[in-house]
C-alpha cells in the first residue's frame, strides 16, 4: 500500500537488489544473458507474445485441415444443377439435405445457400436432372425402376371401376373374426425400419402404389422432399447371393415446404400426382420421370396458398378438390389450363383434412382448426356466410356441423356403409352415421367415441384416420408406437407395434398393406402373410 512503512525484510531485500545491479554496471554483464540466447540462436520474445503467435499458427493447420476435408466429403458426383448447368429453360435448386448444404458451403456463402434452398423448382422437368446420388445418374436405370409400376397393370385404366369392384366384394364382410385374421399382419424384414430412411427429414405424406405386382411406397416430408421406395421382397438376388447393401430409395426435392399430399391419378397409375404447403401442384410420371408444373394456387396478392389436401372427383377423376391451409376450397380440371381459379371459403382458419361422401358425391366433409366439422353440398353456393369475418368470399351451403372441444385433423368416409370418421385434439375417435338425411348437428348421429391419444407435438406429425378404400376398415397411429385399424363399428382389428411412433399412414387400395412413416424419415411396412 502507498505510504505504508517498509518492514525490515523489505528494505533488506531493496538493499541487496540495489547492490546486485551496481556490481553488474561494474562488471558490464547487463544483458548478458540475452545476449548468450541470440549467440545460441534462441528468440528472446517474450513467451506471451510467442503463445499467440503458435495459437494463430494452429488455428491456421486447422481451418487449412477443416477446408480440405469438406472438399473430401463432397460428393464425387453431382447432378447437372450442382454443376451450375442449367436446365433448358428452367431454373431449379441442388437436391440435397441441410446438413449436404452446410457442409458444401464456406462460411461465407451461408447466407446465399439459404436463399437457394428457398427457391422452388419451377416448370417442367426431368427426375434425373434434380436427383443427387452419390455414385451418379443412370437415366436409363432409373427407367427400369419405376416402368413395372406403368398404366398395364390395369386392365381398364380406371382405377375407380377396381376399387368399386372391390368394395362390392367386402361389403358383407361383417364377421369380426375373419376381419381381425385378414389384418393379422406382419412387419417387412427383409431390411430394419431404421435402414428404410425414404426421406431426410419428417414424414408428412404417404403414397401405397396400387400395383399389386411390386410394391412402391412413396413419401414425401417437412422440406419438400419426395421420396421412392422400391420394395424388395426376397433378401436374395436372381443367382442366390445377398447382394442388397441397402434399400432401393430415391430422393428428389420438389418443394420448399411439407409435402401435403400424394396421389396417383384414378385413370392412369403411372402418374402421381404431389402438392405442398406451398403452393404447388405437380405431377411425376413413372414411365418417363418427368414432373409436370400444374399450377401454384395463388391469393388476389399472389401470395402463395398452401394445399392442405385434395382428392379427386368420384364423378369426374380428372376433377380435383382442394383445401388450403388459410381455410379455402377450389376444384380444378387437370385436363385443361389451369386460369383463375375460384374459392370458397369453407373456414376461417386451417383445414387440415378433406374428404368426399362416395355416395354423396356432392357431398365433402372438413376438419378444421376452428374445432369444427363441417359436410357441405358443393352444388350450392352461399354469398357471405354469416359465420365468416371475410365479407368478400362466397361459401358452400352447410349440410351438418359438429363442434369439437378441440381442434378436429382428420375426416375419412368408409367406402360402402356410409360412416364418417374423425379426430383430433380432444383425443378422441368418432363415428358418425351419414346415411339419409342429416341433421343440422350431427353429433345426433353419432355412432361411438373412442379414447385415442392424439397429443402429437411439434416433432411428431398430426395423427389421422384413415379407411382403406376398398374395405370399411380405418386406421390411426397409435402414440404409444403402433398402428391401430378398426372397421366402421369401431371394433379394434390390429395393434401393429412398431419401435417409434408411425405418425403418417399410406393404405394400399387393393391388398391389406399398409405402410406408416415416422418424424426422422424412416418407414413400417405391414403386410399379409
Not at 404431389?274 to 420421370?289: A, C, H, K, P, V
Not at 365468416?388 to 356403409?417: C, G, K, M, N, W
Not at 411439434?458 to 402414440?479: C, E, G, H, Y
Request: proline share 4%; charged share 30%.
Amino acid at each position: 500500500m502507498a505510504g505504508a512503512e517498509l518492514t525490515d525484510f523489505q528494505k533488506k531485500r531493496l538493499e541487496n537488489i540495489k547492490r546486485n545491479n551496481d556490481l553488474l554496471k561494474k562488471l558490464q554483464l547487463q544483458g548478458a544473458a540475452n545476449n548468450i540466447k541470440r549467440e545460441a540462436g534462441v528468440d528472446t520474445v517474450n513467451r506471451h507474445d510467442e503463445r499467440l503467435k503458435k495459437k494463430k499458427k494452429i488455428a491456421a493447420v486447422k481451418k487449412k485441415n477443416d477446408d480440405a476435408n469438406k472438399k473430401v466429403s463432397m460428393p464425387t458426383r453431382r447432378s447437372r444443377r450442382l454443376m451450375g448447368q442449367k436446365l433448358e429453360d428452367e431454373k431449379g435448386i441442388p437436391n440435397v439435405s441441410d446438413t449436404q448444404l452446410m457442409k458444401m458451403g464456406k462460411a461465407q456463402d451461408l447466407e446465399s445457400l439459404e436463399e437457394v434452398k428457398e427457391t422452388p423448382v419451377i416448370g417442367d422437368v426431368k427426375l434425373s436432372d434434380l436427383i443427387k446420388t452419390e455414385d451418379g445418374v443412370d437415366e436409363e436405370e432409373l427407367l427400369s425402376k419405376f416402368k413395372q409400376f406403368s398404366n398395364k397393370n390395369f386392365s381398364s385404366g380406371d382405377f375407380f371401376d377396381i376399387i368399386r369392384k372391390r368394395q362390392n366384394e367386402n361389403s358383407d364382410d361383417t364377421n369380426l373374426e375373419k376381419q381381425q385374421n385378414a389384418f393379422d399382419l406382419e412387419l417387412y424384414d427383409v431390411f430394419q425400419p431404421n435402414e428404410i430412411k425414404i426421406t431426410y427429414e419428417r414424414i408428412s405424406a404417404m403414397f401405397f402404389h396400387p400395383s399389386t405386382e411390386k410394391k412402391l411406397i412413396v413419401a414425401g416430408d417437412t422440406s419438400g422432399t419426395i421420396g421412392l421406395w422400391n420394395v424388395r421382397d426376397d433378401p436374395l438376388a436372381e443367382n442366390g447371393e445377398d447382394d442388397m447393401v441397402e434399400p432401393d430409395i430415391t430422393k428428389v426435392k420438389f418443394f420448399t415446404k411439407n409435402v401435403g399430399k400424394i396421389e396417383c391419378f384414378p385413370t392412369d397409375t403411372s402418374t402421381l400426382l404431389t402438392t405442398s404447403y406451398d403452393g404447388s401442384i405437380r405431377t411425376l410420371n413413372l414411365n418417363n420421370l418427368k414432373s409436370a408444373d400444374i399450377t401454384t394456387l395463388r391469393n388476389q396478392y399472389e401470395d402463395p396458398m398452401g394445399v392442405s389436401d385434395c382428392q379427386f372427383s368420384y364423378e369426374n377423376p380428372n376433377v380435383l378438390y382442394i383445401t388450403t391451409l388459410g381455410g379455402e376450397f377450389t376444384q380444378l380440371d387437370l385436363r385443361a389450363k389451369p386460369s383463375e381459379m375460384k374459392y370458397w371459403r369453407l373456414s376461417d382458419k386451417k383445414i387440415g383434412s378433406m374428404a368426399i361422401n362416395p355416395q354423396r358425391p356432392y357431398e365433402i366433409a372438413t376438419g378444421s382448426l376452428d374445432r369444427t366439422l363441417r359436410i357441405w353440398d358443393v352444388r350450392k353456393t352461399v354469398v357471405t356466410p354469416e359465420w365468416s369475418q371475410y365479407e368478400d368470399y362466397d361459401s358452400h351451403d352447410i349440410v351438418s356441423t359438429f363442434d369439437s372441444r378441440l381442434s378436429v385433423s382428420a375426416v375419412s368416409y368408409s367406402p360402402t356403409d356410409g360412416t364418417l370418421v374423425c379426430n383430433g385434439y380432444d383425443d378422441t375417435i368418432r363415428l358418425f352415421d351419414v346415411n339419409g338425411t342429416l341433421p343440422e348437428d350431427l353429433d345426433t348421429n353419432s355412432k361411438i367415441v373412442l379414447k385415442h391419444n392424439c397429443q402429437s407435438g411439434r416433432w411428431t406429425s398430426i395423427l389421422k384416420a384413415r379407411f382403406k378404400p376398398d374395405q370399411n376398415v380405418f386406421a390411426i397411429a397409435n402414440m404409444s408406437r403402433a398402428i391401430d385399424i378398426y372397421n366402421s363399428e369401431g371394433q379394434q382389428l390390429a395393434h401393429l407395434a412398431t419401435a417409434t411412433v408411425p405418425a403418417v399412414l399410406g393404405w394400399h387400395p387393393l391388398q391389406n398393406w399398409i405402410a406408416g412413416g415416422n418424424s426422422s424419415g424412416k418407414v413400417f411396412l405391414f403386410t399379409d402373410k
